[in-house]
């Protein structure tokens, strides 16, 4: 993962709730083995409508998209989040996420930021009387800037997402550290193991 | 030691680290794989050249893209098939167990699980899916990941998580006749909403709970993700100790009954704080269904579909006309009246032995309106089996629903099985979200009874309607 410090670049305006990551990318993009190339399906239905939000000229490159609530709930799909980076995205704001999106943008660097839904309405309101607007995210700083409008809101995220954002740690490394402490925890577990229960083929093996 | 809930329990049995201002460091007893989560996380093990930690707590299975055409018919889709060659491949070079299309051990990861008595009470499981929820009802720490935490978990068996808060959902009373483990489910996601749940596992407690099977059990726990919660549990009593007593998972004799003695162990003690309570009283719920396309837009059977002014909130008020003009209706318009083109009997939500007995019961000596297609996919091969040794396929067969292979079928449409555009489905699955079934189709989620009957009447009707 890339370390994130500065975002800046225009918004989108999605002024939906419930925005679920069956609508983000349908499931017909989810035979893919790649983890590349999902951005052409991203919201693909809604896309069709010519009056869709993202198929506006003037939100064209945006790269923060601004959401209603409950961004990202449903399917555990992490492709909604390769779609939303594929496309350009790197940063979304809503008032609330889902649980799973929320932790599968943070492992690619995604950032999310929670706002109350009345600043996101205030940026609906920015960005939308000019589509060109600079929006900038500090994740150092934790704060999101509209610096021409003289807006800014401070965001919470949790140190330790905020840390890996900024060092562009991975996961596996960090946890691959704790080798010693996993292996002792498996020494004293006693919990059941799939050992023995299967043949090579899959059949059970009886009696167990 | 203070009175823990069920969750600590199973939390603090697994914490293999919690360093101060990280996320704990977690332990994962049992990791569930199919196709579509997990070629991504192979891919990147192999990228970075790490193995899978423990194959013996792996175990991986076929069912999201999987047609359930007759097993001798090919995978037509060659992206499909490609993604289940991917699993064959990545299981085989990982020495993971894998059952493919067709296996006897086949089915839909989260049905599989507990009928092979993998799934146990005190584990941690996880799956890159988010219905792995369903395992809680075997008081089983379960939750759905991302593919890069599947890529976790096969390189570490752990994984990083931020605790979450507790909730106790408490049915009280006893729920009428009629009104299936599905309604009550629907009622859960109703009362909470969908982002209600989020940040909390929840334990489903009450009479109304407890008097379920497990296969009841396993409905409710399947769509606490639908409230936003990604995971539900259920305590351990007896009817879970008789569930997995002889499953191939699990030892037998004295050697079973010890387990059994410890999982006895796994339910909150009395006394235990939970951080949010909800009571829902079973006496008032109905058959139901949801009219909507987000699963806590729920309504009654002998309901109307409502109406934007039903709401003050501006949001909802949006939010309910946007999903009206999706589906295709009017306010005020009788359920009973909404004709449908297509039922759709499957799921992990609804696929399990006990769920096509019970839509049998009422397709038995009845036919299928001429309007609509009726389908029928058991949750697995293990249940395809038991079904077929009771005779219900045939029961299906003659009163013209198709009985299909096992997979998730209908639920996504990954598969061949979707819907067209504008076409309406009374369907077992979990989630109503638009296009979910096919593009442009229009889902209705119900219990297998009121699919049922719903198939028999060529409109919403529950099992009375069709008997009278
Ligand atoms: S049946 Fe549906 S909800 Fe369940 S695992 Fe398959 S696709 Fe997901």
């Given at each position: 993962m890339k370390p994130v410090r500065l975002l800046e670049g225009t918004a989108v305006p999605l002024e939906r709730s419930d925005v679920d990551t069956d609508q983000i990318i349908p499931s017909d993009w989810l035979k893919r083995v790649e983890r590349t190339g999902f951005g052409r399906g991203l919201f693909s239905e809604w896309r069709?409508?010519?009056?869709?939000v993202l198929n506006r000229p003037e939100y064209f490159g945006a790269t923060m998209l601004v959401a209603g609530p409950?961004?990202?709930?449903?399917?555990?799909?992490?492709h909604a989040v390769w779609a939303l980076m594929d496309y350009g995205f790197t940063a979304i704001i809503a008032p609330s996420f889902g649980d799973i999106f929320r932790n599968n943008a943070s492992k690619q660097g995604l950032v999310i930021v929670e706002l109350g839904i009345t600043d996101v309405e205030s940026l609906w309101t920015l960005v939308k009387a000019d589509p060109s607007l600079l929006v900038v995210v500090d994740v150092e700083r934790l704060c999101v800037e509209v610096p021409s409008a003289g807006w800014e809101r401070t965001f919470t995220l949790d140190s330790m997402t905020r840390e890996r954002l900024l060092n562009g740690w991975d996961d596996i490394s960090l946890t691959l550290l704790r080798e010693d402490e996993i292996s002792s925890y498996e020494a004293t577990s006693d919990a059941p193991t799939l050992?023995?229960?299967?043949?090579q083929d899959g059949h059970v093996v009886l009696p167990h | 030691m203070s009175a823990q809930t069920l969750f600590e329990k199973i939390w603090d049995q697994h914490v293999i680290a919690s360093p101060s201002g990280e996320p704990t460091l977690l332990y994962i007893d049992l990791h569930l794989v199919h196709e579509v989560t997990s070629p991504q996380a192979f891919d990147g093990l192999r990228l970075s050249n790490r193995s899978v930690r423990r194959p013996d707590r792996t175990l991986a299975t076929a069912d999201h893209n999987v047609p359930t055409d007759p097993l001798s018919t090919p995978v037509n889709d060659p992206i499909s098939r490609r993604q289940l060659e991917a699993l064959d491949e990545n299981c085989e070079e990982f020495g993971i167990t894998l059952f493919p299309?067709?296996?006897?051990?086949?089915?839909i990861v989260h049905v599989i699980g507990p009928e092979l008595g993998v799934t146990q009470p005190g584990m941690t499981i996880v799956c890159?899916?988010?219905?792995?929820?369903?395992?809680?009802?075997?008081a089983a720490l379960a939750f759905g990941i991302g593919t890069s935490e599947v890529e976790h978990v096969l390189a570490t068996q752990s994984l990083p998580q931020q605790r979450p808060k507790t909730m106790a959902v408490t049915i009280v009373g006893e729920a009428p006749p009629g009104v299936t483990a599905k309604d009550l489910v629907l009622a859960i996601v109703a009362t909470l909403g969908t982002g209600g749940g989020a940040g909390y596992v929840i334990e489903y407690r009450g009479d109304a709970i407890t008097n379920l099977s497990m296969e009841g059990r396993m409905t409710i726990c399947n769509m606490s993700i639908e409230a936003g919660a990604r995971a539900g549990l259920v305590a351990v009593d007896e009817t879970t100790i008789d569930y997995l007593r002889g499953r191939p998972g699990v030892p037998s004799g004295a050697a079973f009954e010890e387990r059994a003695q410890h999982w006895r162990t796994y339910l909150s003690d009395s006394g235990a704080i939970f951080d949010r309570e909800v009571t829902i009283d079973a006496a008032a719920l109905t058959p139901s269904l949801t009219w909507g396309t987000n699963p806590a837009q729920v309504v009654a059977l002998d309901g109307v579909i409502p109406s934007p002014d039903d709401f003050d909130d501006v949001d909802q008020r949006g939010v309910t006309e946007r999903a009206l003009a999706y589906m295709g209706l009017t306010p005020?318009?009788?359920?009973?009246?909404i004709p449908v083109d297509v039922v759709f009997i499957g799921s992990c939500t609804n696929s399990r032995i006990e769920d096509l007995r019970a839509a049998a019961q009422v397709a038995r000596g009845n036919h299928v309106a001429a309007s609509v297609r009726a389908l029928v996919v058991p949750g697995s091969h293990r249940v395809k089996r038991q079904a077929e040794e009771e005779g219900l396929d045939k029961i299906f067969l003659a009163a013209g629903f198709e009985w299909r292979e096992p997979g998730c079928s209908m639920c996504l449409g990954m598969n061949p099985d979707q819907l067209l555009p504008g076409q309406r489905c009374a369907s077992t699955s979990n989630r109503n979200f638009e296009g979910r079934q096919g593009r442009g189709g229009r889902t209705h989620l119900v219990s297998p009874t009121v699919a049922a009957a719903t198939a028999i009447m060529g409109r919403f009707a529950s099992p009375n309607d069709v008997l009278s």
């Amino acid at each position: 993962m890339k370390p994130v410090r500065l975002l800046e670049g225009t918004a989108v305006p999605l002024e939906r709730s419930d925005v679920d990551t069956d609508q983000i990318i349908p499931s017909d993009w989810l035979k893919r083995v790649e983890r590349t190339g999902f951005g052409r399906g991203l919201f693909s239905e809604w896309r069709d409508d010519q009056e869709f939000v993202l198929n506006r000229p003037e939100y064209f490159g945006a790269t923060m998209l601004v959401a209603g609530p409950r961004f990202g709930t449903g399917s555990s799909r992490e492709h909604a989040v390769w779609a939303l980076m594929d496309y350009g995205f790197t940063a979304i704001i809503a008032p609330s996420f889902g649980d799973i999106f929320r932790n599968n943008a943070s492992k690619q660097g995604l950032v999310i930021v929670e706002l109350g839904i009345t600043d996101v309405e205030s940026l609906w309101t920015l960005v939308k009387a000019d589509p060109s607007l600079l929006v900038v995210v500090d994740v150092e700083r934790l704060c999101v800037e509209v610096p021409s409008a003289g807006w800014e809101r401070t965001f919470t995220l949790d140190s330790m997402t905020r840390e890996r954002l900024l060092n562009g740690w991975d996961d596996i490394s960090l946890t691959l550290l704790r080798e010693d402490e996993i292996s002792s925890y498996e020494a004293t577990s006693d919990a059941p193991t799939l050992q023995g229960l299967f043949d090579q083929d899959g059949h059970v093996v009886l009696p167990h | 030691m203070s009175a823990q809930t069920l969750f600590e329990k199973i939390w603090d049995q697994h914490v293999i680290a919690s360093p101060s201002g990280e996320p704990t460091l977690l332990y994962i007893d049992l990791h569930l794989v199919h196709e579509v989560t997990s070629p991504q996380a192979f891919d990147g093990l192999r990228l970075s050249n790490r193995s899978v930690r423990r194959p013996d707590r792996t175990l991986a299975t076929a069912d999201h893209n999987v047609p359930t055409d007759p097993l001798s018919t090919p995978v037509n889709d060659p992206i499909s098939r490609r993604q289940l060659e991917a699993l064959d491949e990545n299981c085989e070079e990982f020495g993971i167990t894998l059952f493919p299309r067709g296996h006897e051990n086949q089915g839909i990861v989260h049905v599989i699980g507990p009928e092979l008595g993998v799934t146990q009470p005190g584990m941690t499981i996880v799956c890159g899916d988010s219905h792995t929820s369903t395992h809680g009802a075997f008081a089983a720490l379960a939750f759905g990941i991302g593919t890069s935490e599947v890529e976790h978990v096969l390189a570490t068996q752990s994984l990083p998580q931020q605790r979450p808060k507790t909730m106790a959902v408490t049915i009280v009373g006893e729920a009428p006749p009629g009104v299936t483990a599905k309604d009550l489910v629907l009622a859960i996601v109703a009362t909470l909403g969908t982002g209600g749940g989020a940040g909390y596992v929840i334990e489903y407690r009450g009479d109304a709970i407890t008097n379920l099977s497990m296969e009841g059990r396993m409905t409710i726990c399947n769509m606490s993700i639908e409230a936003g919660a990604r995971a539900g549990l259920v305590a351990v009593d007896e009817t879970t100790i008789d569930y997995l007593r002889g499953r191939p998972g699990v030892p037998s004799g004295a050697a079973f009954e010890e387990r059994a003695q410890h999982w006895r162990t796994y339910l909150s003690d009395s006394g235990a704080i939970f951080d949010r309570e909800v009571t829902i009283d079973a006496a008032a719920l109905t058959p139901s269904l949801t009219w909507g396309t987000n699963p806590a837009q729920v309504v009654a059977l002998d309901g109307v579909i409502p109406s934007p002014d039903d709401f003050d909130d501006v949001d909802q008020r949006g939010v309910t006309e946007r999903a009206l003009a999706y589906m295709g209706l009017t306010p005020g318009l009788s359920v009973r009246s909404i004709p449908v083109d297509v039922v759709f009997i499957g799921s992990c939500t609804n696929s399990r032995i006990e769920d096509l007995r019970a839509a049998a019961q009422v397709a038995r000596g009845n036919h299928v309106a001429a309007s609509v297609r009726a389908l029928v996919v058991p949750g697995s091969h293990r249940v395809k089996r038991q079904a077929e040794e009771e005779g219900l396929d045939k029961i299906f067969l003659a009163a013209g629903f198709e009985w299909r292979e096992p997979g998730c079928s209908m639920c996504l449409g990954m598969n061949p099985d979707q819907l067209l555009p504008g076409q309406r489905c009374a369907s077992t699955s979990n989630r109503n979200f638009e296009g979910r079934q096919g593009r442009g189709g229009r889902t209705h989620l119900v219990s297998p009874t009121v699919a049922a009957a719903t198939a028999i009447m060529g409109r919403f009707a529950s099992p009375n309607d069709v008997l009278s």
